[in-house]
Each structure stands twice: as structure tokens, then as C-alpha cells.
């Protein structure tokens, strides 16, 4: 009977401690968006407030680019090489452009940004974080009547945000650069007739839509770190612990969440 | 004749179902250095955390300046605790920020001055605590020592009325204990405030404490002066006072009770 019920317990057990989480995310992101007037609008608080998201905003975003750069520049430049023989077989070895101008903007753009960012910034936000529970940091701060919340993930929470949407930008840049090159160098289509099969492909409503992820991927980002960063105990462990479940955890929600967009745009004919 | 200023008025707290506090009562009197002693896991550092707010009793109450921390509002706790200072046992400084900004940090968030106004308060504070070279130091770059005083010059940077502090001198050597404590002396002349220190260093309790309290398993169990506590015929207080090898403290343990001394607190 034990080990009948014992796979039970275990799921039951799993998808609790998955609402909770899920649970105290929502709340988190309440909380922050609450505390918007407090960190940046109220007088007091204001001259801290901007000035940390200033600093948050290029530590996340402006230190992030030129590796999403890369990474989206090879990946148009893979994804060029990898269809352009299926596409000769029809003739057509120049619609690579409008693959990969769909492909990135709509797709890969927004999720390698997001996964970038994630080892990049959720990491460094949740090992941040958790250090400076260990080292009573946080607890300073509410002795000094300064709420940790306003003070350190309003401005990671925004930051994240924004630039995550930025950062999708630079990506699908790149992406289409990086087939735009491979295209040119490898299979003789030329820059001009790349251009206009793009700008043919990709509608506004693809690269909207594709920001609207990114900002979806960058505040959830922001939240699993601040989350579990704020959440640490026993020590130095504690924090290794953290910032590895930081990136499990955002890896695997920034794919769920991926898939419940393109289900909804799907069903819309976005 | 002083009056209470914080009143600990049957304080109990559980965690995870161990009573840490039970039942405690206790009276922070205007002006004095309270010293509050215990061994490890006595409940000393939760009784701070309660005092300063950062943590709400499971019981009973505190009354700060005659408000009720528990009925108070989140604003007004932020307000009372912008009264009081907080030195932190490791310092905790802000270990992205210098010294400097350490100390204008709550300045900066809670008051209007403008920034040249805030840079001269940080110096006399920094002064004060014998840091003012230090000012552009980050945190990774000072000894225990210097973290402690940095500690307290951002814990002295509202004028507060109260000063906690969480065992001061545990981790220094013998001489720069007896200069936190010194320090700790001339802040209390200096500035006028009231100190809670809490602490198991004996040597540094007697220096600086004006009365002091016993904490043992969650609860007060002797009161008074250094001298009335040097003087108790209590066998406990002698045994932990005097730092004795044996007694009911380490009988305790022998006695089976080895898990309940360890953890401070009363099973069931």
C-alpha cells in the first residue's frame, strides 16, 4: 500500500510546493509593482531609487549585449546553413531570409535573449541576493526602516524588463545580420534581395509580438531570482543552491511560458 | 528618576515549534547601557530582533516610546525604527557600497538634505567612530574591527534614541574589543542615547554594561548591577558570570538535558 501511494504523496507533494512557489512569485511581483511609487515616485526614496536603476539597468542589459550579439549572430548564421540545402532542393534557397526573419523574431530572438540573461543576470541577481541575506545585508536594511522589497527588486524587476525587451532587439538584429552574412558569404544571395525577402516576411505584428514575450521573459526572470535569492538560508550553501534552482527553475518557466504565447497567438492568427 | 522607554511586556516567540522567548519582561530604562547575556541559542539575538521590530512576538507585546510594536502601523514601525540604530554582529555593511555611502545610505533615503549636507554628516560621523580616512574604503577592504565602526557610524547616522547592538566584540582580538567598547562608552556620553548591547563576552559586559540581564532557555533568570550579578549566590549566574567549567549549566547537559541546553529551549 506504501509504495502505492508513495508516488502519489511525492507528486502531490511536487505540484504543492509548485503553487506555493508560484504563489509567492505572484505576490513578489504585486509587491513591486506596489512598490514602484514608493522606490521611484515618493519623495524619499526617489534619489536612491533612480540612481539604482540606473546601475541595475546597465549591469543587466547594456553588459549584456554584445554576447547576445554573438550568440543571435551565430544562430542566424547556423540557421542559414542548415536550411538553405532543403531549400535549394525547390529552388527557393533565398526564402532563408524569410525563415529566419520569422524564426527570430517571433521565436529565438526573445527566447536565446531570455536564456542568455538568465545565466547572465538571474544568476548574478539570486547569488547577490542571497549573499546579502547571508550577511544580514537585508536584515540592515530593515533596521534602517528601508524596505528591501522597494530597495532592491523594484529596480531589478524593472531593469530586467526593459532591457530584456531591448535586448530581444539587438538579438533579432543580429540574427538576421548573422544569416545576411552567411547568406552572402556561402550562398550567394545578396545583401539586397535578403533585405527585401525580410522586410517581405516579417510583419510588424511578428516583432511586436515578440517584444511582448521578452518583457513577460524579463520580468520572470527577475522574479525567480529575487525569489529565491531573498529566500536563501544556511549560508554559503544556501546561495550555490539558489542561484542553480535560479536557473533551472527560469529556464524551465521561460519554456512554459513560451509555449502557452505561442498556443494563445496561434489560436488568435497572430 | 528615568523612565521605561521600551517595554518587553511577556514576550514569547516560536519558531518551527520551539519556543525561543517565553514569556519575557523586561524594561529599557532612559540614558542606561542594558546588557543582555546568554549563552549561544539562549534567545538573546531574537529578543534584539524583536526590540528593534524587525520581527513580531508570537505573544505578549513591546511598547516603544508607548506604542505597541505589534499594533503599530508598517509606517510607523519604519518610523520607530529610523529612531533607533541597529550594529549588526558581522557589521553588515553594504558590501557594494564604500563605507561612505554606507553611512549616507539612510540619509539619503529618508531625509531631503542636500547631497553636501550628507557628505560633511558622514564625516563627523566617520570621526566619530575614528573612520574619516577610511571614507572611500569598500567594505572587502577593512578588518573586523573596521567593519564594526563602520557599522556603527551607519548605525549613529539619524541621531537615533536607541542604540542595539548584536554582540559587538565577538571575533575581535582582546585589544580592538576594548576599543569597540570603549567606543561604545563615548557614543553613549557623546550622543546620550540608550544602549542595548547584547553579548556573552563577560569581560566586555562588565566595561560597558550599567545593568545587566540573564537570559537562559527563552527567559530572564537574573537581573542587576555588574556588581550584584559578580555578587549572585545564584549558581547559574556565578557559573556563567565567571565562565566555570562546572556547574548547573554543564550539569544540565550531563543530566540528559544535552539537546535542550544546546538548542536553548524546553521541549514540548
Known sequence: ?270 | MSQAIIQVEGATKVYENRTILDGVCLDVMAGETLVIMGGSGSGKSTMLRLMIGNVLCDGGDIVAFGKSLLKMTPDERDEYRRSVGVLFQSGALYNSMSVADNVALPLRQHTDLPEQTIEIMVKIKLELVGLRQHAEKMPAMLSGGMKKRAGLARAIALDPKVLFYDEPSAGLDPVTSAEIDQLIMDLNKKLGVTSVVVTHEMDSAFRIGDRMVLLDRGKFIASGTPEEMKKSTDPLVHQFVFGLATGPLTDRRLAGGYEEDLMGYENG
Open chain 1, 1 to 270: 500500500m506504501t509504495t502505492v501511494l508513495r508516488p502519489i504523496v511525492l507528486i502531490y507533494l511536487g505540484v504543492a510546493e509548485m503553487f506555493r512557489f508560484l504563489g509567492d512569485l505572484t505576490y513578489l511581483i504585486g509587491d513591486a509593482v506596489f512598490g514602484v511609487r514608493h522606490s521611484l515616485l515618493r519623495k524619499q526614496g526617489r534619489r536612491l531609487g533612480w540612481s539604482n536603476l540606473w546601475a541595475q539597468m546597465d549591469r543587466v542589459g547594456v553588459r549584456s549585449i554584445p554576447i547576445v550579439a554573438l550568440v543571435l549572430f551565430c544562430i542566424g548564421a547556423i540557421l542559414a546553413l542548415q536550411m538553405a540545402p532543403v531549400l535549394k532542393d525547390y529552388g527557393a534557397r533565398e526564402r532563408v531570409a524569410d525563415i529566419i526573419a520569422i524564426a527570430i523574431g517571433r521565436e529565438l530572438g526573445p527566447l536565446v535573449s531570455a536564456i542568455v540573461l538568465t545565466g547572465f543576470a538571474g544568476a548574478s541577481i539570486a547569488a547577490e541576493l542571497g549573499t546579502m541575506v547571508v550577511s544580514e545585508e537585508i536584515e540592515a536594511l530593515r533596521a534602517n526602516a528601508i524596505d528591501p522589497i522597494y530597495f532592491l527588486v523594484v529596480p531589478r524587476m524593472i531593469s530586467t524588463t526593459i532591457m530584456m525587451v531591448c535586448l530581444a532587439m539587438v538579438g533579432d538584429a543580429a540574427g538576421v545580420l548573422g544569416g545576411m552574412f552567411t547568406g552572402n558569404a556561402f550562398l550567394g544571395i545578396s545583401p539586397t534581395l535578403y533585405r527585401h525577402h525580410t522586410f517581405d516576411a516579417l510583419k510588424l505584428k511578428d516583432f511586436l509580438t515578440g517584444l511582448v514575450k521578452a518583457g513577460v521573459f524579463g520580468l520572470l526572470i527577475s522574479a525567480i531570482a529575487c525569489r529565491l535569492g531573498l529566500g536563501v538560508t544556511g549560508g554559503a550553501e544556501g546561495v550555490g543552491v539558489a542561484t542553480t534552482r535560479t536557473v533551472v527553475l527560469t529556464i524551465v518557466a521561460l519554456i512554459t511560458v513560451d509555449l502557452l504565447f505561442t498556443s494563445v497567438f496561434f489560436f488568435l492568427g497572430w
